[in-house]
Structures are given as C-alpha cells and as structure tokens.
C-alpha cells in the first residue's frame, strides 16, 4: 500500500521553501569598510550588502584584514565605503595602503 503523505509533505517544504527564496532580496553591492579590531589594529572588512548602514552593522564580528597583514574581529566601524571607482575612505592613510591591495 502506497503512503502518500510523506511525499505530499516533502512536495509542499519544497515549495514553500522555493517561495522564501524568490522573495528574498539578495545584495549586489559590494562594501569595503574601515573598522577597528579588538586589539585596537585598523583594518579592512569587505562585504556585499543592501545599503551602507546595513554593510556598517554587518561588518561587525567579521574576520578583518588588519594594516599589519594581521587578522582579527572587528569590532568598531570608522567608515564603509561603495567598492565602485571614485569611492574613497575619508583617512588618506588608509585610503593609500587599500589603494594598495590585491582586489
């Protein structure tokens, strides 16, 4: 005898969960932001996100890249930038060292 209801069951996750993933809305915007870590090294976090105050709260916790080829968490975030040409960090500094970087 058939038993149909595991695989009505397995049939209707599946759509269901097709649905949740056509609605979400996937970011295409990729952010570099300058952050501090908590040893207190400036760093860098890249990341995509849907708009800059979302890339700002994202970044923290995330593995940085820090100035001295370090890594560590990051925990504060000085700026987040649009990765897009013309874009620049407001510290020159850092701007001429992520200038620098293999991307």
């Not at 970044?59 to 013309?86: S, W």
Request: one cysteine or more; a neutral charge; hydrophobic letters at 45%.
């Amino acid at each position: 005898m058939l038993n149909i209801k595991p695989a009505l069951l397995l049939i209707l996750s599946m759509v269901v969960s097709t649905a949740a993933l056509a609605e979400r809305q996937w970011p295409e915007t990729t952010y570099a932001c300058q952050i501090t870590t908590g040893s207190g090294a400036h760093g860098l976090v890249s990341l995509q996100s849907l708009s800059p105050q979302e890339a700002e709260s994202g970044a923290i916790g995330k593995q940085a890249i820090t100035l001295a080829g370090n890594k560590g968490a990051a925990v504060k975030v000085l700026q987040c930038i649009e990765v897009r040409p013309g874009a620049a960090f407001a510290d020159s500094s850092f701007q001429g060292w992520y200038a620098k970087l293999d991307k």
